[in-house]
């Protein structure tokens, strides 16, 4: 009983780090589109650009890749088994 106490508490101690790690890569993602629209809008357009791709693989990697498919998911998971 003890070792399932511990398995399930190490495991919500990943989804919480997870959870931290996309929630910065959500803010970066977010300040970096900013960047990249205003550099766009100032006339630096390849810049720019890049800034919104960037910017746009950040959101996806915290919002989906971590944020949904890991977080939201894996503590689906978990307290469903609890």
């Known amino acids: 009983m003890n070792g399932l106490a511990s398995e399930s ?3 919500l101690l ?3 780090l997870s959870a931290l790690v ?3 890569l ?3 993602g977010a300040l970096t589109e ?3 629209l ?3 809008l100032a006339g630096q357009s390849v810049f720019g650009l890049w ?3 960037m910017g746009a693989v950040l959101l996806y990697a915290g919002l989906y890749m971590l944020g949904y498919k890991r977080v939201w998911l894996g503590l689906r998971q978990t307290v469903a088994a609890n």
């Open 51 to 53: 800034e919104l791709w």
């Open 9 to 11: 508490l190490a495991e």
């Open 34 to 36: 900013s960047a990249g």
């Open 22 to 24: 996309a929630g910065l």
């Open 14 to 16: 990943g989804l919480l």
């Open 38 to 40: 205003s550099n766009l």
């Open 26 to 28: 959500t803010v970066v």
